[in-house]
């Protein structure tokens, strides 16, 4: 686990790239927008968040039937945002999504620790925030990150 000077862009092009054929066997658009961010911190931890918060978007638009689904990412100073049309999340159960163990998919379909780990990882380990709000018709997942 060594803290290395990485470019956020080429790591969510590759996460993109990894997910593309899932998402366009679910007819869901994504799309990456802003300049790149240089920052220090664990490269491969901050993918695996990345792929884990894309993954959530897709399943929530798989699950929710939603037509012309869609995941847009945009990069700006200092975060990440990864918006979806999914639906969003109940307003009573938002603030517990975070929590380790706690799963909003069906029995059998999700362990309560993709969240979790990705929260642990930006916030113990990189030093940033993660952070959920329901917007519009989906979810936007902010990773907020400190200056190097």
């Given at each position: ?15 993109l ?26 490269k ?6 990345a ?17 012309n ?66 917007e ?13």
């Amino acid at each position: 686990k060594q803290k290395q000077d990485f470019s956020v862009k080429e790591v969510l092009q590759d996460v993109l790239s990894i997910q593309s054929a899932q998402l366009k066997s679910h007819d869901i658009k994504a799309s990456l927008k802003g300049d790149d961010l240089i920052i220090h911190g664990l490269k491969n931890e901050f993918g695996q968040v990345a792929l884990n918060l894309i993954n959530n978007a897709k399943d929530a638009i798989v699950e929710k039937n939603v037509k012309n689904g869609f995941i847009e990412i945009e990069i700006d100073e200092r975060s990440v945002s990864i918006r979806d049309n999914g639906g969003g999340i109940d307003a009573d159960i938002i603030s517990r999504i975070f929590e380790p163990y706690f799963t909003t998919k069906e029995q059998g379909k999700g362990t309560g620790l993709g969240l979790y780990i990705s929260k642990m990882i930006i916030e113990k380990n990189m030093d940033g925030k993660l952070l959920a709000s329901n917007e519009k018709d989906g979810v936007k997942m902010m990773i907020r990150l400190r200056e190097i």
